[in-house]
């Protein structure tokens, strides 16, 4: 038996609690008894096998799928999620495991209306519908068969006290529902990650040194000794006056909470590097970023070594890089793009 069959089947035979419901008739309203209960009685039985989840909403639709084992039996299987839309990019499993949690848990808690035309009070229309707030949330195995279809509304604030509710309803039924617990379904393919890239204390930034592609321009190197001191500009020409008593306070902070807007898989750039930037910290870390300008948009790789107290943080960053490209910031382009005059005051006039 397919496992959507055995959970629908489930769903009507594990009753838990009979609620009255107003059903419209021609000649008024009647009350129906609906049941009420778990949502999914037999999900704890199948999420272990869980392979693919896919959010449909306003946004488009955005799709995870698991590689490797399935979980043990009764576990959540948290590892191995990647977003098929951004060519394997890793999901973050603290994002994904409240959802398949609440999933396992998910009850009824009081039933609401079974007429379409009053889906939309809900945020229960069909999802990806102009002006529907809707998200529709299927869960299937690795041989494509469904467990899980849930059509998920507008959240309510403080049931039973202080848990809140969501509205949903199957897409296979009239009936719509109060449940609970509710969880956060993020609809954007980049909710799904950690966007954190680089997050560096600029008091903790030895040196940093950018460099154009341009043949025979000059690095611009900011170095110190000590944490204590202003990052000083190496090799300055006499009569270079900076527009900034402190010119390596912005690049600095350039690494700090550094996220990404957007991945690629770094193998599909192609063109040549438009710059580089250089950074080593007084603990042992090295950090390279390479900025390529690529379909009207600059694309950054990185690459990260690290010795003594360093070699912990440059593993992380490695873990996470390897491999991918990324967007940042315009800001944060133009910063690593700084030259030399860019740092210099602007001439007195009449001089």
Same mark, same amino acid.
């Given at each position: 038996?397919? #496992?959507?069959?055995?959970?629908?089947?489930?769903?009507?035979?594990?009753?838990?609690?009979?609620?009255?419901?107003?059903?419209?008739?021609?000649?008024? +309203?009647?009350?129906?008894?609906?049941? +009420?209960?778990?949502?999914? @009685?037999?999900?704890?039985?199948?999420?272990?096998?869980?392979?693919?989840?896919?959010?449909?909403?306003?946004?488009? *639709?955005?799709?995870?799928?698991?590689?490797?084992?399935?979980?043990? &039996?009764?576990?959540?299987?948290?590892?191995?999620?990647?977003?098929?839309?951004?060519?394997?990019?890793?999901?973050?499993?603290?994002?994904?495991? @409240?959802?398949?949690?609440?999933?396992? %848990?998910?009850?009824?808690?009081?039933?609401? +209306?079974?007429?379409?035309?009053?889906?939309? #009070?809900?945020?229960?229309?069909?999802?990806?519908? =102009?002006?529907?707030?809707?998200?529709?949330?299927?869960?299937?195995?690795?041989?494509?068969?469904?467990?899980?279809?849930?059509?998920?509304?507008?959240?309510?604030?403080?049931?039973?006290?202080?848990?809140?509710?969501?509205?949903?309803?199957?897409?296979?039924?009239?009936?719509?529902?109060?449940?609970?617990?509710?969880? %956060?379904?993020?609809?954007? *393919?980049?909710?799904?990650?950690?966007?954190?890239?680089?997050?560096?204390?600029?008091?903790? !930034? #030895?040196? !940093?040194?950018?460099?154009?592609?341009?043949?025979?321009?000059?690095?611009?190197?900011?170095?110190?000794?000590?944490?204590?001191?202003?990052?000083?500009?190496?090799?300055?020409?006499?009569?270079?006056?900076?527009?900034?008593?402190?010119?390596?306070?912005?690049?600095?902070?350039?690494?700090?909470?550094?996220?990404?807007?957007?991945?690629?898989?770094?193998? =599909?750039?192609?063109?040549?590097?438009?710059?580089?930037?250089?950074?080593?910290?007084?603990?042992?870390?090295?950090? %390279?970023? +390479?900025?390529?300008?690529?379909?009207?948009?600059?694309?950054?790789?990185?690459?990260?070594?690290?010795?003594?107290?360093?070699?912990?943080?440059?593993?992380? !960053?490695?873990?996470?890089?390897?491999?991918?490209?990324?967007?940042?910031?315009?800001?944060?382009?133009?910063?690593?793009?700084?030259?030399?005059?860019?740092?210099? &005051?602007?001439?007195? =006039?009449?001089?």
């Amino acid at each position: 038996m397919r #496992r959507n069959t055995l959970i629908t089947f489930a769903a009507a035979t594990v009753l838990v609690t009979a609620a009255a419901v107003f059903v419209p008739t021609p000649g008024g +309203t009647r009350m129906a008894n609906v049941a +009420t209960g778990s949502v999914f @009685p037999s999900l704890k039985d199948w999420i272990a096998g869980a392979a693919k989840l896919t959010v449909t909403g306003a946004s488009g *639709t955005v799709t995870l799928e698991r590689k490797g084992p399935a979980a043990k &039996a009764g576990e959540l299987p948290l590892d191995g999620w990647m977003l098929a839309d951004k060519g394997g990019y890793p999901v973050d499993g603290s994002i994904l495991r @409240p959802i398949l949690a609440a999933l396992v %848990d998910l009850k009824t808690v009081e039933p609401k +209306t079974e007429r379409p035309k009053l889906y939309d #009070r809900l945020d229960l229309g069909n999802p990806g519908d =102009k002006g529907s707030e809707s998200k529709a949330v299927a869960l299937g195995d690795a041989n494509g068969a469904d467990i899980v279809k849930l059509i998920v509304g507008r959240r309510r604030y403080g049931l039973a006290g202080s848990d809140d509710g969501l509205y949903v309803r199957k897409p296979d039924d009239p009936h719509t529902w109060l449940a609970a617990p509710a969880f %956060d379904l993020p609809g954007d *393919t980049l909710s799904w990650v950690d966007r954190k890239l680089v997050d560096l204390d600029a008091d903790k !930034i #030895r040196l !940093i040194s950018l460099t154009p592609a341009a043949a025979g321009t000059k690095p611009l190197v900011l170095t110190r000794d000590k944490a204590e001191a202003k990052l000083a500009i190496l090799d300055l020409p006499k009569d270079f006056k900076p527009k900034s008593d402190n010119p390596g306070g912005d690049l600095a902070a350039a690494f700090r909470y550094l996220d990404l807007t957007d991945i690629e898989p770094a193998a =599909k750039l192609t063109a040549l590097p438009v710059a580089t930037a250089h950074v080593e910290t007084f603990d042992g870390l090295a950090l %390279d970023l +390479t900025l390529v300008d690529q379909d009207g948009a600059t694309w950054v790789k990185f690459a990260a070594k690290g010795t003594g107290d360093g070699a912990k943080a440059a593993e992380e !960053i490695a873990q996470r890089t390897n491999g991918w490209a990324y967007k940042i910031p315009d800001a944060r382009v133009k910063t690593l793009e700084t030259k030399l005059a860019d740092l210099q &005051a602007p001439a007195a =006039k009449g001089s």
